[in-house]
Each structure stands twice: as structure tokens, then as C-alpha cells.
């Protein structure tokens, strides 16, 4: 039988998105957050739900479901076997344990088997202010096995201290840190949020030529006195449709 049209399309001008995150009913994290902005920047778009939740876990009860890394195996099997494993980019946000986050490895290398141009934006989603919540030994893997293989790269400041392993107290700190991350892998690398005393701000630095000095910037963010969810999942998503649609943003 003949694989189905959709099979044999090409991506669009923008690109085909397999993004594996988390999802909620109610709110707006992970996938929820991430889909529609890519798809409103013309991006094909395919969501892995890594959990599904029927709440983000900050409210003090949480039901749903976690996809294990054999489930994950199955849905890229069927993909596979319908020829419709082709994509530009992959995106990878929560991720809660090591054996799921070592089959994301194994669906990067099947990817770009197929596709040796793609690229793989990383938000490492392990913590926040301080503090994990994730289970510590994910961190290890991140370091050791995804930073390698990552394209892009966007952790917030506690997440860049656990990867390049010191405490980020100063912007230069954090150009350092950006610095040990190239050297890691990826080739383009945002610290998508810093606290420095009183201001807030955004770390970006490309490496266009290995081994030489990456084009590096700041951006200072003005702080909102409220907390929000879901929002680093959106500048990743962001990351990723506008620096292919307009690349000049991170060049």
C-alpha cells in the first residue's frame, strides 16, 4: 500500500516541529504553551505529551498521566513506520525521569539519521530559584549526554549553574558559563533569565566557528511583581520560530 499523502509532504518553509513537553488541561505549560505560538510563525507541528496533567503541579493537587520511555518508543515506531519521521526540529521541554530523558537521546539519533541537518533546541527543565524539581539525577545526564548533542540551548540561571558547574553571580559569570556550554556542544546558548541584584536579564551567545569566540548580548528585562508558569516554555518555543524565520536574531 502506498504511504498516505501527508507522508510525502515536505515541510514547510519554516520547518516540521516534533516537540516533546508536558501538557495540562487547565493552563498554559509545556506543549500548551509552545504549539500554537510555533504554529502562528507558520511551523508544522507535532506534540509529544511527555505527561499529561490535569493541572501544572504548583496547585496543591495535581491527577493525570506520565508516558514512559517505552510508550515514547511506540509512538516514534509508528511514526516511522508511516514515513512520517521527518523533521526540522525538535524541541524537548519537562522531562521527569532518566529513563524517559535517555530515550529522547535515542529519538535525537533516529532523527538525524534521517534528517542530518536537524536541529535540536534543549530547554533543560530541572529547577528554578534554587531549587530542583526534578529528580537529581537527571542533571548528570543533561550535562553529560544532551548538552553534547544539543543544537541550542536554553536554561534559566540556576539550570546554566548545574551544567557548566559554578555559581553564576555576575553577567560576566554568566558569559563564562555560556562559554563552557559551547565548548560542551550546542552552538548557540540563551540563559533565558538572570537575577543580578535588582535587574533581570536575558544571556545570549553564538558560536558560529567552533573553537573560536562566540557573538555574545544582553538583554535587561523589566521585572513584574507576580509569578507566572508556562513562560519559559514560550521564550524556548519563541527561540526556535524566530531565529529560523528571522535568523538575524541569533546570528
Given at each position: 500500500?502506498?504511504?498516505?499523502?501527508?507522508?510525502?509532504?515536505?515541510?514547510?518553509?519554516?520547518?516540521?516541529?516534533?516537540?516533546?513537553?508536558?501538557?495540562t488541561?487547565?493552563?498554559?505549560?509545556?506543549?500548551?504553551?509552545?504549539?500554537?505560538?510555533?504554529?502562528?510563525?507558520?511551523?508544522?507541528?507535532?506534540?509529544?505529551?511527555?505527561?499529561?496533567?490535569?493541572?501544572?503541579?504548583?496547585?496543591p493537587?495535581?491527577?493525570?498521566?506520565?508516558?514512559?520511555?517505552?510508550?515514547?518508543?511506540?509512538?516514534?515506531?509508528?511514526?516511522?513506520?508511516?514515513?512520517?519521521?521527518?523533521?526540522?526540529?525538535?524541541?524537548?521541554?519537562?522531562?521527569?525521569?532518566?529513563?524517559?530523558?535517555?530515550?529522547?537521546?535515542?529519538?535525537?539519533?533516529k532523527?538525524?539519521t534521517?534528517?542530518?541537518?536537524?536541529?535540536?533546541?534543549?530547554?533543560?527543565?530541572?529547577?528554578?530559584?534554587?531549587?530542583l524539581?526534578v529528580?537529581?539525577?537527571?542533571?548528570?545526564?543533561?550535562?553529560?549526554k544532551?548538552?553534547?548533542?544539543?543544537?541550542?540551548?536554553?536554561?534559566?540561571?540556576?539550570?546554566?549553574?548545574?551544567?557548566?558547574g559554578?555559581?553564576?553571580?555576575?553577567?560576566s559569570?554568566?558569559?563564562?558559563?555560556?562559554?563552557?556550554?559551547?565548548?560542551?556542544?550546542?552552538?548557540?546558548?540563551?540563559?533565558?533569565?538572570?537575577?543580578?541584584?535588582?535587574?533581570?536579564?536575558?544571556?545570549?551567545?553564538?558560536?558560529?566557528?567552533?573553537?573560536?569566540?562566540?557573538?555574545?548580548?544582553?538583554?535587561?528585562?523589566?521585572?513584574?511583581?507576580?509569578?507566572?508558569?508556562?513562560?519559559?516554555?514560550?521564550?524556548?518555543?519563541?527561540?526556535?520560530?524566530?531565529?529560523?524565520?528571522?535568523?538575524?536574531l541569533?546570528?
Amino acid at each position: 500500500m502506498a504511504p498516505p499523502i501527508l507522508s510525502l509532504a515536505l515541510p514547510s518553509e519554516t520547518g516540521r516541529v516534533l516537540s516533546i513537553q508536558s501538557h495540562t488541561v487547565q493552563g498554559y505549560v509545556g506543549n500548551k504553551s509552545a504549539v500554537f505560538p510555533l504554529q502562528l510563525l507558520g511551523y508544522d507541528v507535532d506534540p509529544i505529551n511527555s505527561v499529561q496533567f490535569s493541572n501544572h503541579t504548583g496547585y496543591p493537587t495535581f491527577k493525570g498521566q506520565v508516558l514512559d520511555g517505552q510508550q515514547l518508543c511506540d509512538l516514534i515506531e509508528g511514526l516511522e513506520a508511516n514515513n512520517l519521521l521527518y523533521y526540522t526540529h525538535l524541541l524537548t521541554g519537562y522531562i521527569g525521569s532518566v529513563s524517559f530523558l535517555n530515550t529522547v537521546l535515542q529519538v535525537v539519533d533516529k532523527l538525524r539519521t534521517i534528517n542530518p541537518k536537524l536541529t535540536y533546541v534543549c530547554d533543560p527543565v530541572m529547577g528554578d530559584e534554587g531549587k530542583l524539581y526534578v529528580p537529581p539525577e537527571l542533571v548528570s545526564v543533561y550535562r553529560e549526554k544532551v548538552v553534547p548533542v544539543a543544537s541550542m540551548l536554553t536554561p534559566n540561571q540556576f539550570e546554566a549553574e548545574q551544567l557548566a558547574g559554578f555559581k553564576i553571580d555576575s553577567e560576566s559569570a554568566g558569559l563564562e558559563a555560556c562559554n563552557i556550554l559551547h565548548a560542551a556542544g550546542p552552538s548557540k546558548v540563551v540563559i533565558t533569565s538572570m537575577h543580578i541584584g535588582d535587574n533581570l536579564c536575558l544571556i545570549g551567545s553564538h558560536q558560529k566557528v567552533k573553537g573560536q569566540p562566540p557573538e555574545q548580548f544582553k538583554i535587561v528585562i523589566p521585572k513584574i511583581p507576580a509569578y507566572f508558569t508556562g513562560t519559559g516554555d514560550l521564550m524556548t518555543a519563541l527561540l526556535l520560530g524566530w531565529s529560523n524565520v528571522s535568523p538575524i536574531l541569533l546570528v
